[in-house]
């Protein structure tokens, strides 16, 4: 005897029904759960507000400026056009004391000696001194070496040393006198393909981005050890991650290229 089509005694029926649940029940479940989880920036605290999200349904207000307290940060300063200010002889005085301490590996006057392979300060904006100082202390750029020196110095102390070091006039280093090396491509425009930007694009002579060092002349041994310390993640101080995005897709022999670019300027 046949069942009626639409009967729980038809096992089709009842099958079929099942099924449609099965399938019904997956879908919500990666639709409204684990999708938004798994895109999020944030793991959400609850299923309810994945459901939430995934549905449209606005979630609650967070101003840009004030993130949550729990949030991991790059650094622990976002530096303005506006920090610094004119630059004073009093400042000046008191950082040309304060950078007696830093003497030994960055010179005198801001010029690391060759063999020290120490970043030269002399001549660098003050806002880029003065955030690299702040991320040593706080933790932010890890160092066994600048993170005790730094631990000591209050905000006042980091602004008078950016503002000596700015007002120096770095010393022309004899092995690097006179050479003249071609521009590399990867320098100039990139590689868009890799999605990987111009260096010029921040580290030219003429422009003057915040809080951005100027590497002309650094040696070729500390600009390899950053841009593979940003390429492996183990130096993350960047704000937008701009230098992680910028030397992912580099190559070994690109990472050399231009440091010997650079130092030879």
Same mark, same amino acid.
């Given at each position: ?150 631990? @000591?110095?209050?905000? %006042?102390? +980091? $602004? ?7 007002? &120096?006039?770095? *010393? ?64 993350? @101080?960047?704000?937008? %991650?701009? +230098? $992680? ?7 070994? &022999?690109?990472? *050399? ?9």
């Amino acid at each position: 005897m046949n069942e009626p089509l639409f009967s729980t005694k038809n096992r089709w029926f009842t099958i079929s029904v099942a099924a449609v649940v099965i399938i019904a029940a997956a879908a919500a479940a990666i639709g409204f759960v684990w999708l938004p989880r798994a895109h999020a920036r944030d793991a959400m605290a609850s299923i309810w507000e994945s459901i939430c999200s995934a549905a449209g349904a606005p979630a609650p207000y967070r101003s840009p400026d004030q993130p949550d307290e729990k949030a991991v940060y790059p650094t622990s300063v976002i530096v303005s056009s506006e920090f610094t200010g004119p630059i004073d002889n009093v400042a000046v005085g008191r950082g040309a004391t304060l950078a007696l301490q830093c003497s030994m590996c960055h010179g005198a006057r801001g010029t690391a000696s060759a063999g020290t392979n120490a970043p030269h300060l002399a001549g660098q904006p003050p806002s880029s001194t003065y955030k690299q100082l702040r991320d040593f202390k706080s933790g932010h750029r890890p160092s066994a070496v600048m993170q005790p020196l730094a631990t @000591n110095l209050s905000d %006042q102390d +980091m $602004r008078d040393l950016a503002a000596f070091y700015s007002q &120096q006039q770095r *010393e022309t280093l004899v092995a690097h006198a006179g050479i003249q090396v071609e521009v590399p491509r990867i320098v100039s425009n990139g590689s868009p393909m890799r999605n990987v930007g111009a260096c010029a694009t921040c580290h030219s002579p003429g422009v003057a981005r915040v809080a951005t060092p100027i590497i002309d002349g650094l040696p070729a041994a500390y600009i390899v050890d950053q841009l593979n310390a940003f390429k492996s993640g183990r130096r993350a @101080n960047d704000i937008n %991650q701009q +230098m $992680r995005n910028a030397v992912h897709g580099l190559t070994d &022999q690109e990472i *050399e290229v231009v440091a010997k670019y650079y130092a030879s300027r």
